[in-house]
């Protein structure tokens, strides 16, 4: 019988400080509990607060549903009617969390690194609550990057030179940041496209950017990125934005679709913009795992939430 090398985590805020061996084990985990495997056994209860302040559907149906497989008590969390309007802090209200109870706490929020003052807190600050990334701002969503992970694992069977384009508003996407440095640890050959005006010469170092017609040919994995309107304040390029004529420069289209390598692989981490960066009819096209990456979603979280159980202990678990 094949020895299960769990991954144990305080924290799972970023995709940074993980290493080849943990992302394996995760991805391991993850196709488990796809394949019907039994989730560990909880001897104590676990509550867990989803506390999301910014919209979501995929990601917070996701976690919710991660969390009830593996047997949490889930605590309902509604930010548009809490304290946060009264003006108080992120900080606060996860002490009160902590002080009724709540285990774990599965944060989104604007701010980039929220969560640096919750798994580093000051003197006197005594805050003992785990903290699971469900994103940040443009900086990271490592639920999301895993689950990315897992489907391409799934599809190839390795990542060691597989040529990926990463596609859109890459400057604003914290999926594209995640995507990028763990693609490249990996290592996966890291290619990029899009406007060039959201594009940050900061990646060159994770790879490089061409047109998007010179790379479809080459491609094993295309990565769509939708346009993050909501991060453009105060950007002029936003005004000059055309969903018509943006679908033409750099969306995924029947023609370049037919581009496409056999084998090759469309993602998108949701929500698509039907006709911006895919054509609506082809979402559900053979080489489209939105539906999958979807699926794989709530099992990886499960992986990425019995990390935090056994790194805590739990539950009774280590």
């Known amino acids: 019988m094949e020895s299960i090398n769990f991954v144990n985590l305080k924290h799972f805020v970023s995709v940074e400080n993980l290493d080849k061996a943990q992302v394996t084990a995760l991805i391991k985990r993850a196709e488990y509990f796809?394949?019907?495997?039994?989730?560990?056994?909880?001897?104590?209860?676990?509550?867990?607060?989803?506390?999301?302040?910014?919209?979501?559907?995929?990601?917070?149906?996701?976690?919710?549903?991660?969390?009830?497989?593996l047997g949490l008590t889930v605590i309902p969390f509604d930010s548009a009617h809490s304290s946060v309007n009264k003006g108080e802090t992120l900080y606060d209200t996860s002490l009160i969390m902590d002080a009724v109870g709540v285990d774990i706490e599965v944060i989104r929020h604007s701010q980039n690194e929220y969560y640096r003052d919750l798994i580093h807190p000051k003197d006197n600050q005594n805050l003992d609550i785990g903290i699971i990334n469900a994103g940040d701002g443009s900086g990271q969503h490592p639920s999301q990057c895993l689950l990315d992970m897992m489907t391409i694992h799934e599809h190839f069977g390795h990542f060691e030179n597989l040529k990926v384009a990463i596609v859109g508003d890459i400057t604003n996407s914290r999926v594209a940041r995640s995507n990028?440095?763990?693609?490249?640890?990996?290592?996966?050959?890291?290619y990029f496209s899009g406007p060039e005006y959201w594009y940050d010469h900061s990646f060159d170092k994770y790879g490089e950017y061409k047109e998007l017609d010179e790379l479809l040919p080459e491609m094993d994995i295309l990565m769509l990125l939708r346009v993050q309107h909501e991060r453009h304040s105060g950007d002029p390029n936003e005004s000059k934005f055309?969903?018509?004529?943006?679908?033409?420069?750099?969306?995924?289209n029947q023609r370049r679709y037919d581009q496409l390598k056999e084998n090759a692989i469309i993602m998108h981490p949701g929500p698509i913009n039907h006709d911006v960066e895919l054509a609506g009819k082809?979402?559900?096209?053979?080489?489209?795992m939105f539906y999958r990456q979807m699926q794989n979603g709530v099992f990886m979280r499960m992986a990425m939430i019995e990390?935090?159980?056994?790194?805590?202990?739990?539950?009774?678990?280590?």
């Open 34 to 69: 796809k394949e019907g495997g039994a989730t560990p056994a909880l001897n104590k209860p676990v509550y867990v607060a989803n506390m999301f302040f910014e919209d979501s559907s995929r990601t917070h149906t996701s976690f919710e549903m991660a969390e009830r497989k």
């Open 242 to 252: 055309d969903a018509e004529s943006y679908h033409e420069k750099y969306g995924i």
């Open 180 to 190: 990028m440095e763990l693609l490249t640890k990996l290592g996966a050959k890291v």
């Open 282 to 288: 082809l979402v559900e096209a053979p080489k489209s």
């Open 307 to 318: 990390a935090v159980l056994r790194g805590r202990k739990l539950g009774g678990l280590r």
